[in-house]
């Protein structure tokens, strides 16, 4: 955005791109598995059970990132001056936890 490459980015804000950054991050492992999955290549089961495992932490990942920056997301611009931090910080362990004990 620096470079004028890319117009219409506020860069007063970062928010948007943490929350575009949370949302598209578990695609790339779901590419993956659809190319193992493939029966002409004849991938090993257990490389594509690792994999596998791997998405869904990466999607769980993402889902309690997403849901934590919305939650502190404003459209004005980040408050740095008020205790969101913290807060955010908290609300994510939880949130991990919490899935974890569900899961």
Avoid: H
């Avoid at 949302?23 to 993956?32: G, K, N």
């Amino acid at each position: 955005a620096k470079l004028g490459l890319v117009r219409d980015i506020d860069q007063e804000n970062p928010m948007e791109a943490l929350i575009f950054g949370a949302l598209i991050s578990a695609v790339d492992p779901v590419a993956t598995l659809s190319i193992m999955g493939n029966p002409e290549l004849q991938c090993d089961q257990l490389l594509y059970s690792l994999v596998f495992g791997e998405s869904v932490l990466n999607d769980a990942v993402a889902i309690v990132l997403f849901k934590t920056f919305l939650a502190y997301y404003k459209p004005d611009g980040p408050d740095w001056r008020d205790a969101g931090i913290p807060s955010a910080l908290l609300s994510f362990i939880s949130m991990t936890l919490l899935s974890i004990l569900v899961g």
